[in-house]
Structures are given as C-alpha cells and as structure tokens.
C-alpha cells in the first residue's frame, strides 16, 4: 500500500457501495464507532443498525401525525408496533393511526411484529393490523404476538371463522416468507382448554399466505402441530421454542403434516416433544438448530439433561447455541442445558460420524453469550467462550473419533494465543501451563476434521507445540 496514492484510497473510503458492503460484516459496536466518521459513514452505518435494530412505534404514545411522519425518512427494516397498553382499553383511538400508517408506505419494512388479541371477538384494531401488513410489499417475516385484553377474557373452546380479519380478497405480501405466533405467557392458564381459536387462527393465516416456507410457533404446546388440517404442506423450515414449563409432552402422531420440513429448529427442554419431533423427521432433515433455550427446572439448582440425536443421513448444516442469552445471564443458576447424546455412540465412542452425519457440510457451535451489568454470576462462569472448547471436547471433539470427511465449514470460538494459556482441564497441571492431551483444541480440530483446511488452525496448532516445547 506504500506506493498506492493516497487520493485513491480517500475515493475508495468515501464511496457509499463499498462501504456498505464492508459495514455489513461489522458488528454493532464498530457500527457505531464507524458513524463517527463523517456524514458518509454516518449514514451508511445508520442505515445497517436499522437493519439490525428493531425499531418500537407505541400507538398509543403516538399523539397524532407529526409523531409518525418522522419514521417514514428512516428507511426502516424491522418495525415493533404495541397496539395494547394497560393503562387504556380503548383501542379505538389507534384506528386513523392504522390508517395513516398504511399511507405512509414503509417500503422498506421487511420484518413486522405486531400485538394482535386472539379473541374470537377480536376488535376492528386486528382488522387494520392486517391490512397494515398486506400494505407492506417488501415484508418478508411477519410475527403475531398473540394477547389477551385482561384476565377476564377466555378463549373460545370452539373454532373461529377469522375470513372478517383474513378476507380472501386481499393482496398478502408477495416476499412474505417466515411467519411467527408467539403467546403471552400469561395467557397459558387460560389456554389449556382453549386451543381451537388458536389453532383456527393458525390455520387461516397458513391459508392466506400460503406462499410462507418458514412457521415458527412460540410458547405454544405440542398438540397444536397435530391438528389433521393444519395446512403445512409447503412449509419447509420449522421452528419450535417454549420458554416455560406449562404442558407435558406429547409424542407426534401426525407425522404425514411434515412432510416437506427440511430444516428444524428447536430448544429441548419440559413440556416440549422435541426430541420425538427430531427422531420423526430424522430421515429428511438437511439442516438442525438445537437452541440452548433455558426452562425452569423443578429443583432450585442447575441441571442438566439428555437429548438423543439419531441418525441423520442427510444432514448438512447443525447449529448448537444458546440464542437465548439474554435469559441465562439474569437467571442462569435456575436454567438448565441439554446435554447431548449420539445414537452411534458405543462404549467410549462418543459418536461415529460417518454414520451419524455422512454428508454434514457446516457445523455451528456458539455457547458464550454478551457479559454485561445484570449478568448473574453463574451465567458469567459458565457461559462464557471456554464453555463452548469444554462442550466441543465432550462431543464432536471427543477422545477417539474417526475423522469426518465431509465437513468443510466450522463455525466456533477460536482461541487466541492468550486463551491457550488459561485452560482448566481440571488436570494435576495446578497453576501451571497445562499441556495434557485435553487442552489440544487445535490439533483435535485439525485430526477430526482434516479437510477444513483453516489458516488459524494451522496457527493454533504451532502454538499448542510450542507450548509443550516450552514446558
């Protein structure tokens, strides 16, 4: 670079493409360094962390149309619209901001998530939500957060024709991928005997935009999925989280609505059939995320439990990580892990990859989680970057494993040179630098998965040596 002009580095930095092009594999806090800058910078790094960062309209803190206007110039990726507030049940007032909203033409919103009352009385305010969301042409994730009014209210125990909210005759938004039904948690009490508004609920949305591959159910039970005419036929990518103890399991009974689901998501713990999911759609799943969401377990102190992984021949993309992190740092000494188990794991063989994952392509596996001021105690001792070199050296980096071929792609937390030097192994090293087989992270990487072919790994490996060397 000593001899490129300087002139042409300053055009180069100063291009919107180029930088937009790099901010966009920043993370957020150089994001917000890099506005800084200059007036250049500054709008191309807004324009990502508005991207990245959901952005909260409060209707009913919105007072009229200068409150409004303002978001329309922001060029807005992901919106977050309250439409109750406990401090008023009138929610009539909200309606010419729905309107003015939709004349608005948030063109840019690709990701919408909006309260929405599932009762089968639900008001005109759910008739606009609607329509809001088929106004934006761009959408492509959709999210309902599914509420009652008051604790007064119930859900209906028969079905509800919702076609009054979900006409035919409407256009949806043509991208429309992912859809999402998150319930409140404090309406599970109500819901136990209520699922069918729920469920009808679910089935006309399916219905109307038929053309979503993504369905991601939150905080809903088991029995949901096994409704005959829950119309998952084209769906491809499902997502299953439960943050809350509140149903037993229920083993799938249905298995033909899967039919098509090649990629699954979901956090095993109580109340939730995920493992038995799993081994239902074990023979066609291509890509599995097993989230690290936490459950309150029925002790007071943290444990942890089993999930059998079976064969999965045509997996190529598995995702382990702990999505959830905001929850184990305030209550992490409460929350519980899963611990896994292979089916081809014999004796003190953790598993045989040729036959439990014969083409897997890409592994992920990502169990720290941010450290900030209300992180507990336990969540900064055991969810931290060591914790996942611990968990790897338990299962896909375990003692004795055949090496995996096929895996060309590997997605952790890779040590520095100054992270070497801390392991705790739990060996007779004490203080000292340890040097037993267990802190061999590197050459463990580079044994089991030969045809990586990582740079860092290469540098690992000599540090790892030279370490030994030195002791």
């Known amino acids: 670079m000593e001899n490129f002009p300087k002139e042409s580095i300053n055009v180069i930095a100063s291009l919107p493409e180029i930088i937009s092009r790099i901010m966009a ?13 200059n007036a250049t910078w500054e709008a191309e790094a807004l324009t990502h962390l508005l991207a990245r960062t959901p952005v909260d309209l409060n209707l009913f803190a919105a007072k009229d149309f200068t409150d409004l206007v303002p ?5 807005l990726k992901h919106v977050k619209i309250s439409t109750i507030s406990k401090y008023s049940d009138d929610r009539a007032i909200l309606l010419p901001k729905f309107d003015l909203l939709t004349s608005l033409n948030f ?17 005109q305010v759910e008739s606009h939500v609607v329509k809001l969301a088929a106004s934006l042409v761009n959408l492509r994730s959709l999210q309902f957060d ?5 604790q007064d209210k119930y859900l209906s125990s028969e079905r509800v024709d919702w076609t009054h909210l979900f006409p035919d005759n409407l256009t949806y938004p043509p991208k429309l991928a992912s859809l999402t039904f998150k319930m409140c948690s404090w309406a599970f009490q109500y ?21 979503v591959r993504n369905l991601t159910l939150v905080d809903m039970p088991d029995w949901i999925m096994e409704e005959s005419d829950l119309p998952l036929g084209k769906i491809e990518y499902l997502t299953r989280t439960i943050y809350t103890e509140r149903f037993p399991p229920k083993p799938v009974r249905n298995g033909a609505i899967y039919a098509n689901i ?13 493992g038995d999911l799993l081994h239902v759609l074990a023979q066609q799943l291509e890509y599995l995320c097993i989230s690290y969401v936490p459950a309150v377990p029925t002790q007071i102190y943290h444990s942890r439990e089993t999930l059998r992984i079976p064969i999965l021949p045509k997996l190529k993309v598995l995702k382990i990580s702990r999505d959830q992190g905001g929850i184990y740092a305030r209550h992490g000494d409460w929350q519980r892990d899963i611990s896994l ?3 081809t794991g014999r004796d003190n063989v953790e598993l045989v990859y040729a036959k439990q994952f014969p083409i897997l392509e890409r592994l992920i596996v990502r169990l720290e989680i941010p450290i900030t001021a209300k992180t507990s105690e336990w969540a900064k001792k055991f969810c931290g970057r060591e914790e996942t070199r611990i968990f790897m050296g338990k299962t896909f980096l375990a003692k004795d494993l055949v090496p995996c071929e096929t895996l060309r792609s590997l997605d952790t937390w890779f040590p520095c040179e100054e992270d070497l030097k801390m392991w705790r192994c739990g060996c007779a090293h004490g203080k000292g630098v340890c040097t037993c087989a267990e802190s061999e992270f590197y050459e463990r ?4 998965f030969p045809n990586l072919r990582y740079d860092v790994i290469e540098r690992g490996r000599e540090i790892e040596r030279m370490r030994k060397l030195e002791n």
């Open 262 to 274: 090649t990629r699954l998501e979901v956090n095993p713990q109580i109340g939730d059939g995920a």
């Open 191 to 211: 819901f136990r005997e209520r699922v069918q508004t729920i469920v009808s609920l679910i089935t006309r949305s399916l219905t109307v935009f038929g053309h």
């Open 25 to 37: 594999f920043l993370p957020t806090p150089d994001l917000e360094s890099c506005s800084l800058v």
């Open 146 to 150: 599914l509420r009652l009014l008051s």
């Open 341 to 343: 188990k292979f089916d």
């Open 71 to 75: 978001y329309t110039t922001l060029a």
């Open 445 to 448: 990487i580079a044994t089991t």
């Open 107 to 123: 063109k840019c919103v690709t990701k919408l998530e909006i309260d929405f009352l599932s009762h089968d009385d639900s008001s």
